[in-house]
């Protein structure tokens, strides 16, 4: 704006000058012009109309003058305008300036932790791919390992069924055994309950054997008190009148109380 404003200035200028070097060749032709006239006319006429000429330019001239004033102060003030604009608006640019320095600032940060996120992506993704391969090797091991198992277990599969086979032609074979077996099994069986009633008369016939020994004892301790009672009596005076033992009848029926 400023430089079309100093263009503008400069067009002007040149005009005028164009305008005054056309005046002062209208000039040079109204000198001429009065020359002549002031050959054929008196001198204070000719002087008053120089006079007149030169002070309707100097109107003419102050007018233009007084116009080209006015409008550069018209152009001024919009400068001053224009630049009051300007210094707005370069305050509003210097503000965004900073705003931008301010995000210039952030979106360094955020490049240095987007980088930092790569590397640290670029990281996980090398040990996701050394992971997934890893996996991969595992799990054509692990395909190979079931492939075997289930080769193992077809033939464990095969090995049962001939065993399950054999088996039942064992069962088949050994039945009649099995029926022999179980009828010893229950001849057992019969021939332990025959036992086991057998050992509890032996318990009862025990029984009897503990009773049969306490009866012994008692009858050898009555047979050792009938003795100690023989002795006795036979101690016992016999009475020289009758030839008799009678004497001590009383004393005798108390030693049998007591040995009852």
Request: charged content about 35%; hydrophobic content about 35%; overall charge positive.
């Amino acid at each position: 704006l400023f430089k079309n404003y100093i263009k503008c200035i400069f067009f002007k200028r040149i005009v005028k000058l164009l305008f005054k070097f056309i005046q002062f060749y209208n000039f040079q032709d109204t000198l001429a012009s009065s020359f002549h006239e002031y050959r054929a006319s008196p001198p204070q006429f000719q002087l008053q109309r120089l006079l007149d000429a030169f002070e309707k330019e100097q109107k003419s001239f102050n007018d233009e003058s007084t116009r080209s004033v006015r409008a550069l102060e018209e152009r001024c003030r919009q400068f001053a305008d224009n630049q009051a604009i300007l210094q707005v608006r370069l305050l509003e640019k210097d503000s965004e300036i900073e705003l931008l320095k301010a995000q210039l600032s952030t979106r360094t940060t955020s490049d240095e932790q987007l980088r930092l996120m790569r590397t640290k992506f670029d990281s996980e993704l090398l040990e996701s791919k050394s992971k997934s391969d890893q996996i991969r090797v595992l799990t054509e091991q692990a395909e190979i390992v079931k492939k075997q198992h289930e080769n193992e277990i077809r033939e464990k599969d095969k090995c049962i069924s001939e065993l399950f086979s054999k088996l039942k032609a064992a069962e088949d074979a050994s039945k009649p055994a099995f029926e022999k077996t179980a009828n010893l099994q229950n001849e057992i069986d019969e021939l332990k309950q025959k036992l086991a009633e057998k050992e509890a008369d032996l318990k009862k016939c025990g029984n009897c054997y503990d009773e049969m020994r306490k009866a012994e004892q008692l009858i050898e301790q009555i047979r050792l008190e009938r003795d100690e009672v023989r002795s006795t009596l036979n101690k016992i005076p016999t009475c020289v009148i009758c030839l008799d033992k009678r004497v001590c009848l009383s004393g005798f029926t108390i030693i049998l109380e007591k040995i009852k």
